[in-house]
T-cell receptor
Framework: GIQVEQSPPDLILQEGANSTLRCNFS?????LQWFHQNPWGQLINLFY???GTKQNGRLSATTVATERYSLLYISSSQTTDSGVYFC???????????FGTGTRLKVLA | GAVVSQHPSWVICKSGTSVKIECRSL??????MFWYRQFPKQSLMLMAT?????????EQGVEKDKFLINHASLTLSTLTVTSAHPEDSSFYIC????????????FGEGSRLTVL
């Protein structure tokens, strides 16, 4: 099956810093989403981005489907950005949503 | 965004008992829902795809007799952990997609199961 790898696995930032999270996938995908899992376990939708670039406030994302990767940019990080970030893909020809390995982010005040 | 609600949020039970977790789509009809399991500090693992009016499709390695899934209506899917044991303790989370064209997925709040 498809492999979805995220990097880095762990990231510690000082408040105000910028960061880039990466999601690599091993096969063609129809859909790609980015989620933030907060400390209570809730998954928050960040971006639905099968291709192209989107921005929402301090966050933006880019997916280059032909090269099989997606990037999530966090600018001017805040302590509330802490948590785990997951990408999730749906492979072409299936209807299964497969999660990446995750990036655990901690933003220090 | 779409709203998916899950209940209960927390459940503690004795070994050998069965536990039912409900997943509801509150503002849309979901012909398909997905159940995931998450162990501490790990990613989400797809357990099964719940299909309204038909049998669920289980992923390899997931015991269908242990994890019973019922999707009796377009807004409700249930996961029953039967004869629960401590190793079944985990975070269970459901999801659904409102728009089959985009396939954007929305998640419930999750249910944390502890089996004593």
């Amino acid at each position: 099956g498809i492999q979805v790898e995220q990097s880095p696995p762990d990231l510690i930032l000082q408040e105000g810093a910028n960061s880039t999270l990466r999601c690599n996938f091993s096969d063609s995908v129809n859909n790609l989403q980015w989620f933030h899992q907060n400390p209570w376990g809730q998954l928050i939708n960040l971006f639905y981005i099968p291709s192209g670039t989107k921005q929402n406030g301090r966050l933006s994302a880019t997916t280059v489907a032909t090269e099989r990767y997606s990037l999530l940019y966090i600018s001017s990080s805040q302590t509330t950005d802490s948590g785990v970030y997951f990408c999730c893909v749906v492979t072409s020809g299936t209807y299964k949503y497969i999660f990446g390995t995750g990036t655990r982010l901690k933003v220090l005040a | 965004g779409a709203v998916v609600s899950q209940h209960p949020s927390w459940v503690i039970c004795k070994s050998g008992t069965s536990v039912k977790i409900e997943c509801r789509s509150l503002d849309f009809q979901a012909t398909t829902m997905f159940w995931y399991r998450q162990f501490p500090k790990q990613s989400l693992m797809l357990m099964a795809t719940s299909n309204e009016g038909s049998k669920a499709t289980y992923e390899q390695g997931v015991e269908k007799d242990k994890f019973l899934i019922n999707h009796a209506s377009l807004t409700l899917s249930t996961l029953t952990v039967t004869s629960a044991h401590p190793e079944d303790s985990s975070f269970y989370i459901c999801s659904a997609s409102r728009d089959k064209n985009t396939g954007e997925l929305f998640f419930g709040e999750g249910s944390r199961l502890t089996v004593l």
